[in-house]
């Protein structure tokens, strides 16, 4: 979508809410590999592309700067961010350990209420058409839906700081392009629903452990299907 250059001020309410639509739209176009990893962006290239003007623009790359989801390089400007494998296991590294804290305090804090949401949650992943297909799980903020709803129920700001409002960037972009396929899509399903048991029973020790299981295996599906991306471009290369 295009959207009409609007001369303002930085600080204007306009230009804000200009910002938060292109962070949206650039944000949506990293995750989908529309900008693929490790490419330049330019702010010329962006406010012909999105129509837009380069206060807004400058305001929603320090956005996206500030989400890690495009850096800075010397002598070369901003391109998009290309984890490499050893910084994506650090990634996940981290996620499982926080993650599984806020299993085991969401088993020890959640309401009914909050857990009624999350068995909602799972019963609109039940219907959607790609998990029956076995095809995937991850392409949509469904998945990590879940995920956020048990950070929350862990009521640790801090933690929902870390996670919401930072990492779970990262762990989209890459969830998205490298999702699972085969068994896992339906194996994680099943694993969600075993975290929500523990919840409800109030098993922190079982929450978490499940929790942490679970990551773990994302983590292996997402690097192993980094890799054979990586072992096909190096294939490719002449």
């Known amino acids: 979508m295009t959207m009409k250059p609007v001369a303002a001020e930085p600080s204007s309410?306009?230009?804000?809410?200009?910002?938060?639509?292109?962070?949206?739209?650039?944000?949506?176009?990293?995750?989908?590999?529309?900008?693929?990893?490790?490419s330049k962006i330019t702010e010329p290239g962006l406010s012909r592309t999105y129509g837009i003007s380069r206060g807004p623009l400058r305001e929603a790359m320090r956005?996206?700067?500030?989400?890690?989801?495009?850096?800075?390089?010397?002598?070369?400007?901003?391109?998009?961010?290309?984890?490499?494998?050893?910084?994506?296991?650090?990634?996940?590294?981290?996620?499982?350990?926080?993650?599984?804290?806020?299993?085991?305090?969401?088993?020890?804090?959640?309401?009914?209420?909050?857990?009624?949401?999350?068995?909602?949650?799972?019963?609109?992943?039940?219907?959607?058409?790609?998990l029956k297909r076995g095809e995937a799980y991850y392409q949509r903020e469904g998945d990590l839906?879940?995920?956020?709803?048990?950070?929350?129920g862990s009521?640790?700001?801090?933690?929902?700081?870390?996670?919401?409002d930072d990492l779970y960037y990262l762990v989209r972009l890459?969830?998205?392009?490298?999702?699972?396929?085969?068994?896992?899509?339906?194996?994680?399903?099943?694993?969600h629903h075993r975290i929500v048991d523990a919840i409800e029973a109030g098993d922190a020790e079982l929450a978490e452990l499940l929790m942490r299981r679970h990551v773990s295996a994302s983590r292996d599906n997402v690097v192993d299907r980094y890799a054979a991306v990586l072992e096909e471009e190096a294939e490719a290369t002449p």
Not at 18 to 31: G, H, M, S
């Open 13 to 38: 309410p306009e230009v804000r809410t200009l910002a938060e639509r292109v962070f949206q739209q650039l944000q949506d176009a990293i995750v989908r590999g529309e900008l693929a990893p490790g």
């Open 145 to 152: 839906d879940f995920h956020y709803r048990i950070v929350q």
């Open 63 to 130: 956005r996206l700067e500030a989400h890690r989801l495009i850096e800075r390089v010397p002598h070369v400007g901003a391109r998009v961010v290309k984890l490499s494998i050893k910084e994506l296991l650090e990634l996940f590294d981290v996620r499982e350990a926080l993650e599984s804290m806020a299993a085991r305090l969401a088993a020890q804090h959640m309401n009914a209420e909050e857990i009624a949401g999350l068995r909602e949650v799972l019963a609109v992943h039940e219907r959607q058409s790609d």
């Open 155 to 164: 009521h640790n700001k801090m933690l929902m700081g870390m996670l919401c």
């Open 174 to 191: 890459y969830r998205t392009q490298f999702s699972a396929s085969g068994t896992r899509p339906q194996r994680a399903f099943v694993e």
